[in-house]
């Protein structure tokens, strides 16, 4: 059985194909748009030899059906790993953002019995659209930031 994340992702990223790497015992997918060549998400997996205890459990005991996702040893270390490739990619390959904070978490049998096993295979946090508030500028806000220039011209924020 293997565990995977995906990331949906913001870039000007671009390569022929969808391609996997198996890198410490992990193996990383660049998913791309067929049409344009555009990386649209990442995904990360390991393969979990003892699952079993870790696989989200559902209670139909009442009239309301229960889900009880528990958490998995892997999932912090992907998150982590995203959230590097993220910062390192925003430098080196136009990647803007990885939206890891609202990646889906999935599992991937890979015989017939892992298969049979299994209730939940996928499940993602839904994003809430942002609302952004407009802001009004006015003149002497617009000189009290440019008069700070000179106090804080050598910090650069990236």
Do not use: C
Not at 93 to 108: F, G, I, M, P, T
Not at 111 to 129: D, G, H, M, S, Y
Not at 148 to 154: H, L, P, V
């Amino acid at each position: 059985m293997r565990y995977q994340i995906t990331s949906a992702v913001e870039s000007d990223l671009f390569v022929q194909g969808s391609f996997a790497l198996d890198w410490e015992g992990y193996r990383i997918s660049l998913n791309v748009d067929n049409e344009s060549d555009r990386v649209v998400s990442i995904s990360v997996s390991v393969k979990l030899e003892n699952y079993k205890q870790h696989l989200p459990v559902i209670d139909e005991s009442s009239n309301a059906i229960q889900f009880e996702f528990k958490e998995n040893p892997f999932k912090l270390e992907i998150i982590r790993m995203l959230q590097h490739l993220e910062s390192i990619g925003g430098y080196v390959v136009n990647l803007r953002k990885l939206h890891w904070e609202y990646a889906s978490e999935e599992w991937l049998p890979e015989t017939k019995e892992e298969q049979e096993f299994l209730r939940v295979f996928k499940f993602e946090k839904v994003q809430a659209p942002k609302r952004i508030e407009p802001k009004t500028i006015t003149p002497e806000y617009l000189r009290h930031i440019l008069d700070s220039y000179a106090k804080f011209k050598d910090i650069v924020i990236p």
